[in-house]
């Protein structure tokens, strides 16, 4: 699968709470959510045939576009920092 | 001498801009040449940069970068809306006052208009806050 159309498959997370000497870095797989909602999607899979039947829009070519969204957040970084805490959050 | 630099100086010359004010002008416009990517790179992201004095946190500085990826993945929904929807979008937006197609809204155009964001550079200064808004 293209690197272009996975959504990001992990974000990094540095806390540092106002008064904290030492922050919290996380590394979230996310790529675990994405794993543990693809069980669910199979599930919705009919429902949303029929829906693209009864609303008249192209199933595969709808879920081409979400995973392209999805995809899209890929480099996505927000940092917020003042004097008592540091926040950054980065998706990869 | 660009046709932007000229513009400033014309205006001192002519009055409507204090010395001061020109050349803030010119500085933000040089900061936004340097940052502006270099023409034939693809733009990649769009980048917020707010740097404050909040009177309970006191100084505070945000950084944000979005993907342009995610503003071309964007127009790609818009392929997926049924036909008639789309006449009743564009009806609504015309409705408004707006005459603009959907239908129009194709990857070729969008990468247009993009393109033309690379000079972007919103520059905003003043005491309390200083905001830049330009794409990399």
């Known amino acids: 699968m293209k690197a272009e159309i996975l959504p990001p498959l992990t974000a990094s997370v540095h806390v ?19 794993l543990l909602l693809l069980p669910l999607f199979v599930l919705a899979l009919p429902f949303l045939f029929v829906a693209s039947l009864v609303f008249g829009f192209r199933l595969l070519r709808s879920l081409g576009a979400v995973m392209a969204v999805l995809a899209g957040f890929k480099g996505t970084k927000v940092e917020v920092e003042n004097p008592g805490t540091r926040i950054f959050v980065k998706l990869n | 001498m660009t046709d932007k630099r000229r513009q400033i100086l014309d205006m001192l010359a002519s009055g409507k801009l ?16 340097a940052m502006a990517a270099p023409a034939g790179e693809k733009l990649k992201y769009l980048r917020v940069l707010v740097d ?12 944000v970068r979005v993907p342009m990826q995610l503003l071309r993945a964007g127009v790609r929904l818009t392929g997926v809306i049924p036909t008639k ?22 990857p070729d155009n969008l990468e247009e208009m993009v393109e ?18 330009f794409c990399e």
């Open chain 1, 16 to 34: 540092k709470p106002a008064g904290w000497r030492f922050g919290i870095r996380l590394w979230l797989p996310l790529f675990l959510i994405w």
């Open chain 2, 116 to 133: 033309q964001l690379r000079e972007l550079s919103v520059d905003v200064d003043n005491d309390r806050a200083k905001v830049r808004v």
């Open chain 2, 52 to 63: 404050t004095v909040d009177e309970y946190d006191g100084p505070t500085k945000v950084n």
């Open chain 2, 18 to 33: 204090t010395a001061a004010e020109a050349e803030r002008l010119i500085a933000a416009l040089e900061r936004g040449t």
């Open chain 2, 85 to 106: 929807a789309r006449d009743q979008v564009n009806e609504a937006l015309r409705n408004q006052g707006i005459p603009f197609d959907i239908n129009k809204l194709t």
